[in-house]
Nanobody
Framework: QVQLVESGGGLVQPGGSLRLSCAAS????????MGWFRQVPGKEREFVAA???????YYSHSVTGRFTASRDNAKNTVYLQMNSLKPEDTAVYYC??????????????????WGQGTQVTVSS
């Protein structure tokens, strides 16, 4: 069992930055791929980024070059550094833990554990 708690969301102006954190419980954290997803009302949850236990990272096209996922296995924490934020990045951001393969890391059903989400609002 893994419990996940996100933090770091908030209100930021366009072009600004935020860093999300996701603290995990459980001794097997280092074995999981950690994913970041986001969701706006009325839309499906969409993939943002993932970082495997090998620290290989994957990103959606919309955030490539702006967002960076990282992890600190000693602290059982994963991070999402978000730069050059745009209004369309506004969403509830969720972290998730799972064991997807390299071909389905962007599928929500591959992740067994989810956090409660943190709101990110990009607005002037």
């Amino acid at each position: 069992q893994v419990q996940l708690v996100e933090s770091g969301g908030g209100l930021v102006q366009p072009g600004g930055s935020l860093r999300l954190s996701c603290a995990a419980s459980g001794r097997t954290f280092s074995l999981y791929t950690m994913g970041w997803f986001r969701q706006v009302p009325g839309k499906e949850r969409e993939f943002v980024a993932a970082i495997a236990w090998t620290e290989i990272t994957y990103y959606s096209h919309s955030v490539t070059g702006r967002f960076t996922a990282s992890r600190d296995n000693a602290k059982n924490t994963v991070y999402l550094q978000m730069n050059s934020l745009k209004p369309e990045d506004t969403a509830v951001y969720y972290c998730a833990a799972g064991q997807p393969s390299y071909i389905n890391y962007d599928e929500t059903k591959r992740y067994a554990y989810w956090g409660q989400g943190t709101q990110v609002t990009v607005s002037s």
